[in-house]
Structure formats: C-alpha cells, structure tokens
C-alpha cells in the first residue's frame, strides 16, 4: 500500500455517508493505520476514533482520540470529554471530563458539556446562574438554519428548560419546535446515534409542553405517537406505508416497518430503510401521516 492508495481507500470509505460493509470497515482501518504510521497526522487518527466512538468500539475510540488530542486535536480532545463524561468505557470520570473540555472551552459543543457540569454539580459545585450564562450567550451565537454540526439543537433545548422554568411557556415550545428543525437537518446528514437521543429528548419536551395533534404529525412524532401499541400509515414518494407496533412483555414498545421488527421507535428510525435511502434521509417527503384505528 502507498500513501496515495490509502488515501484513496479513505475517501472512497468516507464518500459512503455510513452505508458500508464490514470488509469496507476493514479495508478502512487498515488505510487510516498505514496513513497514522506513515504521517502522523491527527486527522486520521481523529477520524478513526469517530468511526469507533460511532460503532460504539469505545476503547478504540479511547485509544485514537488520546493520540490525536496529545498532538493538539480539537475533535478528539472533545471526545474524550464525552468518553469520560458518560464513562463509554465503563468509568465515569467527571474531571478528567472538565479537564478535556476545558482544554477546548473556546468550542461550543465543549462550552455546552461544561454548562451541564455546573448545572448538575459534576465534579464543580452546582452553579445554576453560570449555567445559564452559558446557554443563553450560546444562543446569540445559533442560528435555526443551521449546518449538521451546529450546536443549534442543544442549545436551544436547553435554553427551553430555563425558558419553562421562567413561566415563558410559549419560548420555550417555538425554541423547541426551532431546535427539531435543525435537528432534523443534521440527521439526514448525519444518522450518529447520539443526534436521535437528542431527537428523543426534545420531542419528549415539547410535548410535556403542548399536546400532540393526533390528526397532523411527522415522522419524529412517532416517538410521542407510538408510545402505545397503534398502527401508523404514512405516504412516501406516492406509496402507502404501515408502520405496526406491540407491547412486549417486558412493557417496551416493538415497530415493524417493512417486513422487519426493531426494538422500539428510535431503533427503527437510526435502522429503516425504504429501498436505498434511511427512513430519515428525506423526512420532508413522508407526508400524511394518520394513526389507523
């Protein structure tokens, strides 16, 4: 392999946007490997330590961030905020977590894990107000059009909390609404597993928030629609679609889509496909969505 050959090996990899095989995954690995022997540089280690975090590989994860961030990657010094920060590896680890997002306090999504340090009291002490400060300077800096990896989403659910808590209702459900907007932007870009926990979440507010208009929703309602046994039909570039459902017996909420049964709502729509295209590559296009009684 030369250097020209493995770099090729990326780019055709990273060209997929996550539909690859396991022998692609291979293929892949041992380019980038060959290219971090070869020139050191912190892109590819970075960039394989992504993929790992992505496959939730988290010791590899662990191990190329550590060589990026060493030689002064933002990214990777950023990940292994979140590894210790949600203890991937089976050890949380708040300071080490302050420590690495500290070292890179001037990135937003760094800015926005330490807010959640004060708010919570994870290795400081509880500091709402500095909590707050954060989040609300974040948000003169967002924009609601926002590009897949703008901070947009988790600033603005934040600031919808401290909005709710305000009494100002009716920000905090335009905020949100704002926020599942970009959020489903930067999906059909990037189908990270960490962008549908945040999805969960925000649907999961607003409609704390409001009620769900059962005769006018979308394809990320499901996740408040389907939190009992109903049967969905949606239409899709002309055809009809049903999306099924049943309780299990441990209380959890199984989906069938297409002749296959996913775990819940989140694993059907991180997995389903309608013929080449993920379920969320053009959320635009499911349209008509009704609850089949």
């Not at 109903?230 to 309780?247: D, H, L, P």
Request: glycine content about 8%; overall charge negative; some cysteine.
């Amino acid at each position: 392999m030369t250097i020209n050959e493995a770099k090729k090996i990326i780019d055709d990899f990273n060209s997929q946007n996550g539909e690859y095989s396991e022998e692609d995954f291979f293929l892949y690995t041992e380019a980038a490997q060959y290219l971090i022997k070869k020139t050191n540089n912190t892109r590819y280690m970075g960039e394989l330590g992504g993929y790992y975090y992505e496959r939730k590989e988290y010791d590899l994860a662990l191990k190329y961030y550590e060589m990026a961030s060493d030689l002064g990657d933002i990214g990777a010094t950023i990940g292994l905020g979140y590894i210790w920060y949600y203890g991937r590896t089976g050890e949380v680890n708040y300071e080490k977590a302050f420590k690495y997002f500290s070292k890179v306090k001037y990135i937003s999504t760094a800015q926005i894990k330490l807010a959640d340090m004060y708010k919570n009291g994870y290795y400081v002490e509880k500091d709402y107000d500095k909590y707050c400060e954060i989040i609300e300077n974040l948000y003169t800096k967002c924009s609601p059009l926002s590009y897949y990896d703008d901070p947009t989403p988790e600033v603005y659910s934040r600031l919808a909390g401290i909005r709710e808590k305000q009494g100002n209702i009716d920000e905090a459900v335009r905020l949100l609404k704002a926020g599942i907007h970009s959020l489903i932007s930067r999906i059909e870009c990037n189908s990270f597993f960490g962008n549908f926990s945040i999805m969960k979440g925000m649907i999961e507010h607003l409609y704390r928030l409001i009620p769900l208009n059962r005769n006018d929703f979308g394809l990320y309602d499901l996740y408040e629609v389907m939190k009992d046994p109903v049967n969905v039909r949606f239409t899709y570039a002309g055809k009809q679609y049903i999306i099924e459902s049943s309780r299990e017996p441990d209380g959890t909420i199984a989906v069938k889509f297409e002749g296959k049964w996913y775990h819940s709502v989140n694993d059907m729509l991180m997995n389903a496909h309608i013929g080449d295209e993920r379920i969320t590559d053009y959320e635009w296009r499911h349209v008509d969505f009704e609850i089949m009684e």
